[in-house]
């Protein structure tokens, strides 16, 4: 059964709170004002009110947490946009490694969300709006969000965490958007245990279905690695393949060692968001079940 979100975000406590902490962003302070006095004491920043974001505006179906893109569009205030425009105002320099890893990881995930809500209105597919590897479409390569003076698109974001980062996990802890990609993380990326959580994405990700399969001396991967292939693994299909076998279950790892050469599988680039049927605020009225429920993103 779909865990629904209550009633409506604007009427419980945890907006009331939003609502207080985005007032904020809309005053006359300065970005300074607005970071935390754990992030400037190299504390780990709070993510508590982008737990309780998430947990509203997405729904767990069959272990992935979809967003509820539509219900969103219909709300008044842009809960994403004033939480990513109060992330980038943190200073994260004086943060552990782990902990701007997890900020970086954070950032994305909010602001591919949010991209996808301006511009994947009545998308069923993102596959034009992400492009592929060798040509980016413009949800990923528009700027989105300025961060210490510097205006970054999803792509950028993505390159600083690659290129900064020594884990190739990090690629399962990026949000697409898609049926075929990894899952969202229902909850927010922390330092001290954001290795482990991206270790059990990584690996629930390559022993998922249709993502890694061999045939003879084929490894067949889904076009997902095609993506971060040169940044994570230096274009080499051998660092590919001895990755893939640190995750892959028993059976699928025996299978791989007998790989000489890759062939890659079309990607589902469906969208991977919860709708009901009735659409509007309907689908978070308390007592209602299933009625009227349904999930795009399964299927082609």
């Known amino acids: ?25 809309n005053s006359s302070q300065s970005p300074s004002a607005l970071v935390t006095a754990a992030s400037s004491t190299g504390s780990p920043i709070d993510y508590s009110f982008y737990d309780d974001l998430m947990s509203r505006a997405s729904v767990n179906e069959g272990g992935r947490p979809k967003i509820a893109y539509d219900f969103l569009r219909d709300q008044k205030v842009d809960y994403f946009g004033n939480y ?22 954070n950032v994305q995930n909010t602001v591919a969300i949010h991209a996808i809500l301006q511009e994947g209105k009545k998308t069923k597919s993102l596959k034009k709006l992400r492009g592929t590897a060798e040509v980016p479409g413009e949800l990923w390569t528009k700027p989105r969000v300025t961060i210490a003076g510097q205006n970054m698109s999803l792509q950028d974001i993505e390159t600083k965490l ?32 954001v290795d482990e959580r991206l270790a059990d994405k990584a690996k629930a990700y390559v022993n998922s279905k249709g993502t890694v399969s061999v045939k003879k001396d084929v490894v067949k991967v889904t076009s997902f690695f095609s993506w971060y292939q040169d940044k994570a ?7 590919l393949l001895a990755h893939l076998s640190t ?27 919860f709708v009901t049927q009735n659409g509007g605020a309907q689908r978070f009225s308390q007592g209602t079940g299933n009625s009227g429920v349904t999930s795009r993103g399964y299927g082609s």
């Open 233 to 239: 693994f230096g274009g080499d299909d051998t660092a």
């Open 247 to 273: 995750l892959a279950e028993p059976k699928l790892k025996s299978k791989l060692a007998a790989g000489k050469s890759f062939k890659t599988s079309n990607l589902n680039y469906r969208l991977d968001e």
């Open 1 to 25: 059964m779909f865990r629904l979100i209550l009633t409506t975000l604007l009427t419980t406590t945890a907006m009331s709170l939003a609502v207080s902490s985005f007032a904020q962003i």
């Open 84 to 105: 990513i425009s109060l992330l980038s105002r943190k200073s994260v320099t004086s943060l552990s490694k782990n902990d701007q890893l997890a900020y970086w990881l």
């Open 162 to 193: 690659l290129t900064e980062f020594d884990n190739p996990n990090i690629i399962y802890g990026l949000y697409q958007g898609v049926r075929g990609g990894p899952s969202l993380s229902p909850t927010a990326y922390r330092g001290s245990i």
